[in-house]
């Protein structure tokens, strides 16, 4: 069995985290993924307090373990979300997209265990400094907002930077990413893509089929003009925003309004045409939906066959 420092932090059978991705992670996969011995993340997303403690409450409904919440600092009702997190008494917060410093004394006050992700060096020796309790740090290979730096060289680099627990996000999908991840310094991983197909995931069943259709070329990364690039699945609306995003006579505040709304077309309704179908690269290494439960277990046998199989090649 494997066991690293992250499971005494939270109290979790498994090293393993579900990424807070926004219209997809609620209360139905953040409690099954807690319930199958990891930490399952509600995305407070770009939505108000009411939604967040609904969710919260929802989860605890379904489940009696720890379970956390992300909130993204660039949703304008962050400083609500952050509140209720203290309010609801919740475990844990992650953090992504801005800085968290502001929030850090109340949540550690309230003794809130605080993980940021980072894509940076920079970032991870900041939220250090600001009293994270551990850290994220993700890879570019990931779905959703993505960095510049891959996951194989940003997480040796943070581990290198602070002596905070580290876990690696970005291009995990099975047991040998996360052995690797280990290899790396970390103490846990991040998974997004993959429990996407969970069966107790909610998104629309057009999603899941990109997802199990793709390619490892399935993926591309918009955005970067706006400072804010995302890796989604290849559809006519990527393949439209990425010409739009080179086209001189748009302006930005077109762009950001040609992608407004397109992730819920894609998570809710399952739109082929208009929706953002956000996904990482390892989407083509996917290719069942399957329990939570099935998932973690599968995962982490394989990672621990891997680890006790690592030494083969030393002499």
Known sequence: MIKTPICDLIAIKYPIFQGGMAWISDANLAAAVSNS???????????????????IHKARELTNKPFGVNIMLMSPFAAEVAQV????????????????SKYMDMW???GVIVIPLVASVAMAKLVSRAG???????GGESG????????????????????????????????RGVAAAFMLGAQGVQLGTRFLVAEECTVHPNYKSKILKATDISTIATGKRLGHPVRSIKTPFA????????DSSISDAQLEELGAGALRLAAVEGDNEKGCFLAGQVSGMIKKEQP????????FEEAELILRSANKWVK
Not at 86 to 99: C, H, L, Q, R, W
Not at 147 to 166: N, R, S
Not at 239 to 246: G, H, N, V
């Open 85 to 100: 997190v203290v309010d609801e008494k919740v475990s844990v917060v992650t953090t992504g997209a801005g800085n968290p």
């Open 37 to 55: 011995g990891g930490l399952g993340i509600i995305s407070a997303m770009n939505a108000d307090a009411d939604y967040l403690r609904t969710q």
């Open 292 to 299: 939570a439960a099935e998932m973690i277990s599968e995962i």
């Open 132 to 138: 994270a309790s551990a850290i994220i740090a993700e």
């Open 239 to 246: 393949k439209e925003y990425q010409k739009a995003e080179y």
């Open 108 to 110: 550690k006050a309230a």
């Open 144 to 175: 959703g907002h993505v960095g510049d730096l891959t996951t194989m060289a940003l997480v040796p680099q943070v581990c290198d930077a602070t002596d905070l627990p580290i876990i690696a996000a970005g291009g995990i999908a099975d047991g």
